[in-house]
């Protein structure tokens, strides 16, 4: 069951490729609150500058995605063309253009073939209400194997709503934000204040703390619409029902989060890195993402080699405060160093790399914080599947 309130569309505009659906609406049939979050790259595709002057309303109603052209790198040509995208849905649908937001995914730097997406509107438009989200999940894939999509419940005022949420992302993952496009709708009314709040916790403490190759795209971008439909009286931090409305998006973000990384470009293996005993969260973050981030680290695992010296290395230039010989590591359960030496159980170690989820700990013992990164292994087949991106 969707969010009461939104319809979905699909259609091909052979943007990149044939024979599959490349393009998606989602509207709200009323004006919803909106909130978001986009990438921190200095180079930012043409869509998220504009969207991230419509934000400031805190207003919207349509999102508009395209899979295969990024619209990056652009020039003066992108913004006009992501302007048109957005004047044209608005016309179709007889909303306002500042209520429409569009959201591109694919290759950077190649022009956007208008003439192929302008052809597709009134098709996308006159579907309204025939795809379902499963639908837009797919056709907003882009080097991903499988369409990637949540849904929470929430029980408010003896009325349930339904938070539902579809990002895609495969590659080029790494904060901040973690490279992809999220997705999130719900009918609970909200208070913009407090949904873009909650949402960019939610985002600090899920899609900012993933990553599979270190390398961070021009077009992040996370929205979420919150229309109202259920009819519950406005949600605000102080409400008795925040609690649970901020748990549920959290836990949708979360998933999601997980399923990016688990659909890594390539990677055979779901990696879990949690570094604990830092003098601050700040420094437990850092050294979980040098290690996560580390080449070295992530082939080793690959090849199931517990090559413990790599983990070692890789705290020790990540810049944080390290005292080498207070070090533990598990993986697993195995405890492969123990205060900064090895304990000869590498073949314990060999059988915990194995599995297709493997869980790294790392205790620094120089303080209370703990932060989990997630990531994946780095193999062959993501090599040949970003060589031959663009062709």
Same mark, same amino acid.
């Not at 207003?59 to 913004?79: E, L």
């Not at 102080?238 to 949708?252: G, M, W």
């Given at each position: 069951?969707s969010p009461?309130?939104?319809?979905?569309?699909?259609?091909e505009?052979?943007?990149k490729?044939?024979g599959?659906?490349d393009l998606?609406?989602?509207y709200?049939?009323?004006?919803?609150?909106i909130?978001g979050t986009f990438t921190?790259?200095k180079?930012k595709?043409?869509?998220?500058k504009?969207?991230?002057?419509?934000?400031r309303?805190g207003?919207?109603?349509?999102?508009?995605?395209?899979?295969?052209?990024?619209?990056?790198c652009?020039?003066?040509?992108?913004?006009q063309?992501?302007a048109e995208?957005?004047?044209l849905?608005a016309h179709?649908?007889?909303?306002?253009?500042?209520?429409?937001?569009v959201?591109?995914?694919g290759?950077?730097?190649?022009?956007m073939p208008?003439?192929r997406?302008?052809?597709?509107?009134?098709?996308?438009?006159g579907?309204l209400?025939k795809?379902?989200?499963?639908?837009?999940?797919?056709?907003?894939?882009?080097?991903d194997?499988?369409?990637?999509?949540v849904?929470?419940?929430?029980?408010?005022?003896?009325?349930?709503?339904?938070?539902?949420?579809i990002c895609k992302g495969a590659?080029?993952?790494?904060p901040?934000?973690?490279?992809?496009?999220c997705f *999130?709708? /719900?009918?609970i009314?909200v208070q913009?204040?407090?949904?873009d !709040?909650?949402l960019r #916790? @939610?985002?600090r403490q899920?899609?900012?703390?993933?990553?599979v190759?270190?390398d961070?795209s021009t077009?992040?971008?996370?929205?979420?619409m919150?229309?109202g439909r259920?009819?519950?009286p *406005?949600? /605000?931090?102080?409400?008795?029902?925040y609690?649970?409305?901020k !748990?549920?998006?959290y #836990? @949708?973000?979360?998933?999601l989060?997980r399923l990016?990384?688990k659909?890594g470009e390539?990677a055979?293996?779901f990696?879990?890195i949690?570094?604990k005993?830092?003098?601050?969260?700040?420094d437990?973050?850092?050294?979980a993402?040098?290690?996560?981030?580390?080449?070295l680290?992530?082939t080793a695992i690959?090849?199931n080699d517990?090559?413990?010296?790599r983990?070692?290395?890789?705290l020790g230039y990540?810049?944080?405060?390290?005292k080498?010989?207070?070090?533990?590591?598990?993986?697993g359960k195995?405890?492969i160093?123990?205060k900064?030496?090895?304990?000869g159980k590498d073949?314990?170690a060999k059988?915990?790399l194995?599995?297709?989820e493997?869980?790294i700990v790392i205790d620094?013992?120089?303080g209370?914080?703990?932060?989990?990164?997630?990531?994946?292994?780095l193999?062959?087949?993501?090599?040949?599947?970003?060589?031959?991106?663009?062709?």
């Amino acid at each position: 069951m969707s969010p009461k309130g939104f319809l979905f569309s699909t259609a091909e505009a052979a943007i990149k490729d044939t024979g599959r659906k490349d393009l998606a609406l989602i509207y709200s049939e009323a004006e919803a609150v909106i909130a978001g979050t986009f990438t921190t790259n200095k180079v930012k595709a043409a869509p998220v500058k504009l969207n991230i002057k419509k934000i400031r309303s805190g207003r919207g109603q349509v999102i508009m995605i395209n899979s295969g052209n990024a619209n990056a790198c652009t020039g003066k040509k992108g913004i006009q063309d992501a302007a048109e995208m957005a004047r044209l849905v608005a016309h179709g649908l007889n909303v306002k253009s500042s209520l429409v937001y569009v959201c591109s995914t694919g290759v950077i730097g190649v022009p956007m073939p208008m003439e192929r997406v302008r052809s597709k509107i009134s098709e996308l438009i006159g579907n309204l209400g025939k795809s379902n989200i499963e639908d837009v999940a797919a056709a907003i894939m882009t080097t991903d194997t499988l369409p990637k999509i949540v849904k929470r419940w929430i029980k408010i005022s003896n009325k349930r709503g339904v938070i539902a949420g579809i990002c895609k992302g495969a590659g080029m993952i790494c904060p901040n934000m973690a490279t992809m496009l999220c997705f *999130l709708m /719900t009918d609970i009314a909200v208070q913009q204040k407090t949904l873009d !709040k909650t949402l960019r #916790d @939610a985002v600090r403490q899920s899609f900012n703390r993933i990553t599979v190759d270190g390398d961070r795209s021009t077009n992040d971008t996370a929205l979420i619409m919150a229309n109202g439909r259920l009819g519950n009286p *406005l949600i /605000t931090e102080r409400s008795e029902a925040y609690t649970a409305f901020k !748990k549920a998006l959290y #836990d @949708a973000t979360t998933e999601l989060s997980r399923l990016i990384v688990k659909d890594g470009e390539g990677a055979t293996k779901f990696i879990e890195i949690e570094v604990k005993g830092a003098k601050s969260n700040a420094d437990a973050e850092r050294a979980a993402f040098s290690v996560a981030n580390s080449n070295l680290v992530k082939t080793a695992i690959y090849g199931n080699d517990p090559n413990w010296g790599r983990i070692m290395a890789a705290l020790g230039y990540s810049g944080i405060p390290i005292k080498e010989e207070k070090v533990d590591i598990y993986f697993g359960k195995v405890k492969i160093v123990n205060k900064g030496l090895g304990t000869g159980k590498d073949e314990d170690a060999k059988e915990v790399l194995k599995e297709k989820e493997i869980r790294i700990v790392i205790d620094l013992h120089l303080g209370r914080s703990s932060v989990k990164v997630l990531t994946c292994d780095l193999t062959e087949e993501y090599v040949r599947a970003n060589k031959a991106y663009r062709t």
